[in-house]
């Protein structure tokens, strides 16, 4: 047994050797179950109480989270748009009708296009008239004034780059006028795929600070509806870390009740605009699904709400057991 | 000098508080490891002030207070939960948790020190049975009388055997034949090895036990009567225990 003289008046200083730790670590875990179990019946206890917290950071956690499965979203589309974009080669007016069949007949062999389809001028003349009902209008002119085109069709995968590479050997081909890679939307949608990323990550920050800030602002509550005992515990010789405990665990448990909070409330908004998304995704031919609402997204929710609890509680334990007087 | 393993000591020993006044001055004092004092003095004389530093809830001003020959004055914070774990206090208001048991109220320095729930049982019956209050062990302490609150009081302090036991008038709400009762209980605690310390000032008591008493006026010691208290004015400089 070493002893440090100078801070240890009755000599009990830490002993050292393997029955010492087998002692320590089943003091701690006995404390912790302890204070576990007093914790979940102190917040039980106060269940109004501890219920408007969760809300509150339930609130706090469901909007970044419900942005977060709006981006995962977004970029689910977007990576389904990259797997299989498309392109239109437009023949110059009164072009050559063999040169189109040409190339398709070419581009039909090349690995990297999936199908091609020749539309004919003749054939676009028609489908413009029947879309835009200006049928009239038309035929005051004199001769059709759309091209030959051809919609090519990539197979999924094709690197970005392999579009540049086509699109220029296209270009070069006899009678084109001019090529358009359809990726038009895929970049705006990239574009608004990044907008809320960013939203997400400013608005997780604002509403985690909340978060924190409801927790500190309960936990110290918690601590001055308790301030006598911790001021005895503080005299028979508890240390910091056994009276910070139980707020620790109020937090941690305020933490991950707030974390179920979200999850049920993003559940709830998705059960709420799920039919009239289910609407608008069907009309284009595609079944909803949604992404990322997994058990892994609702694990993180908890995590990230034990952890803001926990913070919260640190820090109003902090503050407020720093200067505690013992009588 | 060899240093007084087990014993009190302060040496020129000061208190000043903020607003200029001196609750202790100059108080050079030794205690014998498992002696029982008595510390008297009208109201305001220093008694809780000295309780309160050898407790280390305060800093002296000036002085060292050496237990077992180790200045408190010095001993680094993280070295104070230990500390106080072997040194256990009684207060005048009792100091004890309105929403918790008898029984837990004794338990709460025996948790603090890490132990087993069955062995926890198992000291605070023994502490609750030595002071009388073993039938009332589950009451809350509002459904007491003083002098039973004040007998929880006392089996907190030393349910965890510990080596110092401090009391701050300890007797005084209580009516004589009761003082009478609680005092017999500290000379228990005194006669197992444990030093005792009862500041008081009702002066009647605490001369019909016969033990040493150590009066304190403004501050200053005034007196050491009888017994193995050294008033240690001219004592060398005390010695770091090594």
């Given amino acids: 047994m070493s002893r440090n003289r100078n801070s240890d008046p009755f000599g009990d200083a830490r002993r050292t050797g393997p029955r010492a730790w087998v002692e320590r670590v089943a003091r701690f875990v006995r404390d912790h179950r302890r204070v576990a179990q007093d914790s979940v019946g102190h917040v039980s206890h106060r269940l109004p109480t501890s219920l408007l917290v969760w809300v509150l950071i339930g609130i706090a956690l469901a909007l970044p989270g419900g942005l977060y499965l709006l981006q995962v979203n977004l970029a689910a589309i977007a990576d389904q748009w990259q797997g299989r974009p498309g392109v239109s080669v437009y023949f110059r007016v009164g072009a050559d009708a063999d040169a189109a069949a040409a190339l398709q007949r070419e581009l039909t062999r090349d690995a ?6 020749l539309v004919s001028a003749d054939a676009a003349l028609r489908e413009f008239q029947a879309f835009a009902g200006v049928t009239d209008a038309l035929a005051q002119l004199d001769r059709n004034p759309l091209p030959t085109s051809l919609k090519v069709l990539l197979v999924d995968g094709t690197a970005p780059a392999e579009f540049d590479l086509l699109a220029a050997r296209i270009r070069a081909a006899r009678g084109v006028d001019e090529v358009v890679i359809e990726r038009t939307w895929l970049e705006r949608l990239q574009a608004m795929t990044g907008f809320v990323r960013r939203l997400g990550f400013v608005l997780a920050a604002l509403f985690a600070v909340g978060a924190v800030l409801v927790t500190a602002t309960s936990v ?5 509806s308790r301030l006598e005992e911790l001021k005895v515990m503080k005299l028979v010789g508890a240390t910091d870390a056994y009276i910070r405990r139980p707020f620790l665990y109020f937090g941690l448990l305020y933490g991950l009740g707030g974390g179920v909070a979200a999850a049920m409330l993003i559940s709830a908004v998705l059960l709420i605009v799920e039919p009239p998304l289910a609407a608008l995704v069907g009309s284009y031919g595609t079944a909803l ?5 997994s058990m892994a997204f609702f694990g993180g929710l908890l995590l990230l709400g034990g952890a803001l609890g926990v913070c919260g509680a640190l820090l109003a334990a902090r503050q407020r057991l720093a200067d505690l007087e013992v009588v | 000098m060899a240093p007084d393993v ?8 000061t208190k000043r508080f903020d607003n200029g006044t001196e ?21 305001g004389a220093g008694k809780s002030t000295f309780l309160k530093l050898l407790l280390r809830l305060d800093q002296p001003t000036r002085g060292q ?3 077992n020959g180790v200045n408190v004055v010095q001993l680094p914070d993280t070295a104070l939960p230990s500390y106080r774990q072997h040194i256990g206090a009684v207060f005048q208001d009792h100091h004890l948790l309105g929403h918790r048991s008898v029984y837990d109220n004794v338990a709460l320095p025996l948790r603090v020190a890490g132990m087993r729930e069955r062995d926890v049982a198992r000291r605070v019956r023994a502490a609750v049975a030595r002071v009388g209050l073993l039938a009332k062990e589950r009451l809350l302490p509002q459904h007491l009388s003083t002098g039973e609150q004040q007998r929880v009081g006392i089996a907190r302090a030393v349910v965890n055997r510990p080596r110092i036991l401090l009391a701050d008038e300890p007797t005084g709400n209580l009516d004589p034949d009761l003082s009478r009762d609680i005092m017999h209980l500290f000379e228990q605690f005194q006669q197992v090895g444990t030093t005792v310390i009862i500041a008081s000032h009702d002066r009647e008591l605490i001369e019909s036990l016969g033990k040493p008493i150590v009066e304190l006026h403004q501050g200053t010691l005034r007196s050491a009567e009888p017994g193995p208290v050294h008033d240690d004015e001219a004592t060398s400089e005390p010695q770091q225990k090594q």
């Fill in chain 1, 112 to 117: 990297r296009v999936e199908r091609v389809e």
């Fill in chain 1, 220 to 224: 110290r509550l918690a601590i001055e």
């Fill in chain 1, 289 to 293: 699904t949604i992404e990322g609402f």
């Fill in chain 2, 6 to 13: 087990g014993a009190i000591e302060f040496h020129n020993v």
């Fill in chain 2, 23 to 43: 609750a202790l001055r100059e108080v050079n004092l030794r205690l014998d490891e498992g002696s029982m004092t008595f510390l008297t003095g009208h109201s």
């Fill in chain 2, 65 to 67: 207070i050496l237990v």
